[in-house]
C-alpha cells in the first residue's frame, strides 16, 4: 500500500530485553517522526528524522531508547533493557518535507510482562 | 513546557446534532493547527488543518475556528453522525507537534 507500513504489529516480550520496532515512511517523505501513546493518552513525541539532519531527539525519555534511520527509508526503534512503563503503542508518522501534514501508519503495540 | 489543552474529555451527542472540541496552547511560535481523528486500533488520521494566517477553515461537516489572540482553536462537526464516533486530538505545532490529550466523541443513533 501508499500509506506507512509498521512492523510488528504487536509485540510481547519480557522485562529487560531489547525490542526493536521498524517504520516504511511513505515513499518521497523526508520526514519521519516517532511517538508513543499510553492507554487512554494522547501522542507522546519521541524522536524526529528530516532528511540527512542531525535527528532531533529531545523527546526520548532515557538513554535506552534509540532510533535510526537510513537515508529517506526505513527507520528503527530500539528499546534496550525494556520496562514495564514502556508497554504503549509506538506511532511512526511521515511527512513530504518538515511542517507538512504528518501521515500516521497503525502503530506497534508493544507490552511488556 | 509546551502545554495544550483539550476540552472536553469526552462528548455524547445525538445524530444529526452538532460536536464542539476546543483546543488551548500557550506556544505562540506554533504555525500549524491539525486536527486528527483516530479509531481504535488504527493510527490517527488528520481530519483538517488551518494556518494562523485565516480565522475558519470548512471541510464539508467539518469546520476549524481559529482565535490567535486567545491562543484557542476549535473543532466544530456538524450533523454529527454515528460514524465519527473516534477519539479526536488537536496537535498544534512548528516542527515537531504537541498532542492534546483527546476528547472521546460519541454520536448516539
Known amino acids: 500500500g501508499a500509506g506507512v507500513s509498521q512492523s510488528p504489529s504487536n509485540k510481547v516480550t519480557e522485562k529487560g530485553k531489547d525490542v526493536e520496532l521498524r517504520c516504511d515512511p511513505i515513499?518521497?517523505?523526508?520526514?519521519l517522526y516517532w511517538y508513543r501513546q499510553r492507554l487512554g493518552q494522547g501522542l507522546e513525541f519521541l524522536i524526529y528524522?528530516?532528511?540527512?539532519?542531525?535527528?532531533?531527539k529531545s523527546g526520548l525519555p532515557s538513554d535506552r531508547f534509540s532510533a535510526e534511520r537510513t537515508g529517506e527509508s526505513v527507520s528503527t526503534l530500539t528499546i534496550q533493557r525494556t520496562q514495564q512503563e514502556d508497554s504503549a503503542v509506538y506511532l511512526c508518522?511521515?511527512?513530504?518535507?518538515?511542517?507538512?501534514?504528518?501521515?500516521f501508519g497503525d502503530g506497534t503495540r508493544l507490552s511488556i510482562l | 513546557q509546551q502545554q495544550v489543552k483539550q476540552s472536553p474529555q469526552s462528548l455524547i451527542v445525538q445524530k444529526g446534532g452538532i460536536s464542539i472540541i476546543n483546543c488551548a496552547y500557550e506556544?505562540?511560535?506554533?504555525?500549524?493547527f491539525p486536527w486528527y481523528q483516530q479509531f481504535p486500533g488504527k493510527g490517527p488520521a488528520l481530519l483538517i488543518a488551518?494556518?494562523?494566517?485565516?480565522s475558519e477553515k470548512k471541510e464539508g461537516r467539518f469546520t476549524i475556528s481559529f482565535n490567535k489572540s486567545a491562543k484557542q482553536f476549535s473543532l466544530h462537526i456538524m450533523d454529527s453522525q454515528p460514524g465519527d464516533s473516534a477519539t479526536y486530538f488537536c496537535?498544534?505545532?512548528?516542527?515537531?507537534?504537541?498532542f492534546g490529550t483527546g476528547t472521546r466523541l460519541l454520536v448516539s443513533p
Open positions: 528524522f528530516q532528511g540527512n539532519s542531525a535527528p532531533d
Open positions: 496537535a498544534p505545532g512548528f516542527q515537531k507537534l504537541v
Open positions: 508518522a511521515s511527512s513530504l518535507r518538515q511542517g507538512q501534514p504528518q501521515h
Open positions: 515513499s518521497g517523505h523526508t520526514a
Open positions: 488551518i494556518r494562523p494566517d485565516v
Open positions: 506556544n505562540t511560535a506554533f504555525d500549524y
